[in-house]
């Protein structure tokens, strides 16, 4: 039996959000929870906490996919831990919600930005250095805001006990899709049901893909965007990243560090980011 069969027909509130962060895997995040067979999420990102507030609750509803009452609805928008009112607004829907972050070394997911923002411009000549990038007018603009995962974290926390918040590294996400989703499964209360046979290490994209012939791959089709030869997800992931010079580099790593242990100690947990291992 798959998802479509086991649905009444209703659409139902998420209970679950992954709320952010951007460019930390939220969509693979996204796409392999929707593996579970008792999990249904909406393709898109419905940005109803932040852009889409005002069309109203019955608007948001609507926008899920059908489910079964056993059965867990999950949206993502990774904008919404960045908005303090998107946040409030959150807990005012259901203070008991469960909430996914997702947080990746910051300089890749600076590098991953940068690649995203310029992505249609070919010619080096027509974008700014990585470096200028980052510095601009403000080396904080590009740079704090991509790297202070602590600060919005800590957001969450005023609003939400710790124990409705899990926080996950698009790295684990990257080496290790299945230890990721067992953690994922216990954290929303799943019977267990990711199994190896779910993912497959494609070498080209650096990263895992569904493997189209596991018994839980029909779950995801109709709620992920795939290449049907591949089973990865969206073409525009696993974009090359630009090179950095070694003493923006340097600069960069000691610049950030301090963010890092600051969101090592408010989580009570710490990322082994290659970027941060060496200077
Ligand atoms: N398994 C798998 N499949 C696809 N993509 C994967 C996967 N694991 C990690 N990633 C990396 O996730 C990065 C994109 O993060 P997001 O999906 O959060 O980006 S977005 O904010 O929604 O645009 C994007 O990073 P970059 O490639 O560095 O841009 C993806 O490579």
Redesign the pocket.
């Given at each position: 039996m798959d998802k479509s069969d086991s649905d009444d027909g209703q659409r139902r509130f998420p209970k679950a959000l992954i709320i952010g962060?951007?460019?930390?895997?939220?969509?693979?995040?996204r796409?392999?929870v929707s593996l579970h067979p008792d999990i249904v999420s909406p393709l898109e990102?419905i940005r109803f906490f932040t852009l889409n507030y005002t069309k109203g609750l019955e608007w948001y509803r609507l926008k899920m996919p059908p489910s079964s009452e056993s059965q867990i609805t999950i949206e993502k928008t990774?904008f919404y831990i960045m908005d303090r009112e998107a946040l409030q607004r959150i807990r005012e829907f259901n203070a008991s919600i469960k909430l996914i972050i997702?947080v990746r070394d910051p300089i890749?997911r600076l590098?991953?930005q940068y690649?995203?923002t310029f992505r249609n411009v070919h010619d080096p000549a027509d974008r700014p250095s990585f470096k200028s990038w980052c510095q601009g007018d403000a080396f904080s603009e590009h740079v704090v805001r991509f790297v202070d995962y602590a600060s919005h974290i800590s957001a969450v926390y005023d609003l939400f006990p710790k124990s409705q918040i899990l926080v996950l590294s698009?790295e684990a996400?990257?080496m290790d899709?299945l230890s990721v989703m067992k953690e994922a499964e216990m954290f929303l209360g799943l019977r267990a049901s990711f199994s190896k046979y779910d993912f497959v290490f494609n070498k080209d994209?650096g990263?895992?893909?569904f493997n189209m012939t596991s018994p839980n791959y029909p779950n995801i089709i109709n709620s992920v965007k795939l290449n049907p030869d591949t089973g990865?997800?969206?073409g525009e992931?696993?974009?090359a990243?630009p090179e950095i010079e070694e003493d923006f580099f340097k600069q960069l790593v000691r610049a950030i560090r301090p963010h890092n242990e600051q969101l090592f100690s408010l989580i009570g947990k710490r990322f082994d980011w290659d970027n941060f291992k060496e200077l």
């Open positions: 962060f951007s460019k930390c895997g939220t969509t693979a995040l796409a392999f990102e990774p997702s890749g590098q991953s690649a995203h698009e996400l990257e899709p994209k990263f895992y893909c990865c997800i969206g992931k696993g974009r990243h």
